[in-house]
Each structure stands twice: as structure tokens, then as C-alpha cells.
């Protein structure tokens, strides 16, 4: 199937640069290197920053396929709210620290704030009662799916990663049912179908714990318990420290819910390390 998707602006001034003027590759260099603040700037400021006459800005963006400065500005907006990285920062807007904190602290609380003790509740006795717990990560969530099984392992046996490769989720979920859980990662920038896979799972009385951002909020209804955790960033890249955060909660909590069960588990584990060698000796 041929790709139908339109090009971002990136992508736009690269098919057109070399037909470009001098005056209109200035501009267009310009806005490559501070594609994270297009959605805020006017032509005006555009022209001005790049050195350039409005005029050349408003022929560059015709060339590019928009109308004028405010096309411009919503595209740049519809990138970002997608997720997708739109530029590199600027070495003034990668060295502010404090922003960065501030925005990684806002994300943080709004996550747990959305859990709260209640949904936490919920979550921990799906993980602990629950015969296996499949996680599923696509795409961006597969670093975290990873990550919240080998936590959960620590304290129980039937926590799997699905799809394994070069298996499918039907393969993975045909003998799941109300006896089971699921833990869906679905941060934005999803594989399509996404949905469907969840109606599917759902479908056969498993219980899905829904994990992702705003965007994944269409999809809670598939959900026995939907956390929203944002991943909202100074840079063009979607932050996932408060993602992070949130599965050490969920697992810390399970855990701690199995008390006994967890710490025969684990002296298990380290027995083993220590038959197998595989870690390193403590100094």
C-alpha cells in the first residue's frame, strides 16, 4: 500500500531545498533548527529571526504547500500534539534545567493524582489475584512493558510479555479469560488497530488495566481501570519518567501485597544468582 500520510514542514523544505533562494534556504534553516517553537512564532518574528523579509518568509511557506503564517502554526501545533518529535531544542532551551523540572514534577503529579488510592487498589488485587499478567507494550511502550515485568516477576511466577516475537496477539490471548489481566501500555503514536486489539481482549472477559496518555483516553472503555499519565515535555520528545514512576508504585504495591510469597520468591532468585554467578560481587 502506497503511503498517503502528507509530509510534515521537515520534511517539505528537504524535497524542496535545493529550489530554494538563498534568501528562502536562510529561512528554511531557520525553522529546521527551531522546529519546537513553530507553533508560537508569527511571520513577523519568523522573518526577523531569521534575517530575512516577511515577504521571503511568506513565499517560502507558499512554496512549502500553506497559506500563510497561522497554517504554519496550526501544522506545527497538530505535530506536537501528535507526538511527534518536531526538532531539536536550541542549546539555550536543552541547558534550562529548572523548566525541565518543573514540567517533569507538573507530569508526576497529574499521574498519581489519577491514580489515586482507589484505582491503585484496584490495580494491585488485579496483579496479585489474577492467574497471569500479560503486559503489552507497542511501540514507545515497550521499554515500559518490559520494565513492569521484570518487576512483577520479582514477587510472582505468570507474568509474560506478549506479543513474544514473531508471535500476535491472538496467538498470545486465545486461552485468556476472566481468570486474567492484562496491562496495556498506549502512549500516543499507537500502531493502528490499537483499539480493536483491545475490544479483542476484552472481548474475552480478560481484565485490562489501560496505561497511557490523554490520547488513550477514547480507549478506557475497553478498560476495567484507565491511568492517564502524561508524558509531556520542554523538548520534542515525549517524557516517560512519570511512566516510570507509576510502575514502580503499581509493583512496589503487588509486591508488597504478596509479603511472604515475594520474599521466598526472591531468596529463590538470589540462590540461583549465586549458584549461576551472574552478578557481579558487591564491594
Known sequence: MTDTAPMNIGQRIDRSYGEL???EQRA???ILDHLSDLAVYSG?????????SKATVS???RRLGFENAQEVREHA???RSSGAPVGGATPGASADLSAHL???VENLRRCLDALGPERLEQVTGLLVRSRTVSVVGLRNGYALALHLREQLTQGRDGVLLVPQP????AEEFAERDARDVAVVFGFRRRPEGFGRMLAGIAGRGVHVVLIGDVSARRYAEFADVWVECPIDSVSPLDSYASAMS???VLAANALAARTRETRTRIAAITSLYDTLGELESSP
Request: hydrophobic residues 40%.
Open 166 to 169: 514473531g508471535q500476535t496477539i
Open 59 to 61: 513565499r517560502l511557506f
Open 21 to 23: 533562494s538563498p534568501q
Open 28 to 30: 528554511a534553516d531557520f
Open 102 to 104: 518543573v514540567r517533569e
Open 246 to 248: 507509576l510502575i514502580n
Open 77 to 79: 501545533r497538530s505535530l
Open 44 to 52: 513577523t518574528e519568523l522573518a526577523q529571526r531569521s534575517g530575512v
